[in-house]
């Protein structure tokens, strides 16, 4: 199917999109387009004017300091997947970025318009809630920042306004913290490569003992959620395979998300399994 008629306006800088979008009440951001452009097609989305921020370069590029890593918006994954400054400074994610897709989608897809928009089954917004990432975004009254778990709002949506641009994401360059370890499983949707489930698990270790546990479920419920009983049953363990798998067992998060590929019962399953595997290589990868 074809989109219903749309004008174009190809942004010249954040401040003529935020302008643009300000303007018109039915424009909508374009960036990679891999999202936005099948939805069009299907006319679940109908924007009036598509804002192609495409060519903004100060929305691209990876800046990394020894504390953390700056990512613009518009940095497609394949960039992520292969910087070798992010694979010192936050391996877990180019990793991820790696498993998204194919390379038409890695070479178009950007991480701003994968967490702007917040499908369930993407895999940033899942490392992003894991690594406390920070959102820097843009609009009309200026810049304003938004923590990962308050950005994820519900299906599809987030805290972004209307006329909101989001121009880069920070994360914490946990690669140079000793004792941190991070990793990523998804189980990939054999059509897609979507994740019918994500997990992401960090540790931290101190005196052979867990300081830090994160295990953050993607895929499962509208946006990727904390096992927060899975996290609190890691404290001061040691990071032994008998302590990961007893806390992965308390996996707590009731599954909503189900379809004729995976039901939510068979999703919750695999999320226990998965977390206790991605708790045990975020230990062993932390020294454990
Ligand atoms: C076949 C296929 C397989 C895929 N598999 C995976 C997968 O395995 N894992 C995965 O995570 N994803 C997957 N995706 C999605 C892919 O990663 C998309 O690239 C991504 O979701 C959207 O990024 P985009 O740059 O293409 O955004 P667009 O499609 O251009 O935009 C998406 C939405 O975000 C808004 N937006 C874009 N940029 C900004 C910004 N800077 N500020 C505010 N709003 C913005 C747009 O207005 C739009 O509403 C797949 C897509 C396809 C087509």
Redesign the pocket.
Known sequence: MYSSNVDYHRATSVADAVKTLEKNKGA????????????MKLRV?N?AVL?D??HIKS?SGIKVTKKEVKIG??T??AAVAASAELKAACPILPE?AA????P???N??????????A?P?????TLMLALDATFT?TGPKGEREIEANKFFKDL?T?A?KRD????SITVPAYGNMPGMGGAYL?H??P?????VV?IAAMIGLMDGKVARAVVVAGGITANPMHAVAVESALADMEPTEANISAAADNMDIEATLGDSYASSEYRAHLAKVMAKRALMLAAQRAGG
């Open positions: 909508k951001l374009l960036a990679g387009g891999h999202s936005l452009i099948p939805s989305a924007p804002v921020i495409g929305l918006a518009l497609t994954h991820a498993l998204i897709a194919d038409q989608v890695r178009r897809g950007t991480i701003g318009g994968s967490l702007a928009n499908d089954a993407a895999d940033y917004p975004v599809f987030t972004l909101e641009v989001l121009t998804k990939r949707h059509a897609s490569s979507y994740a994500g």
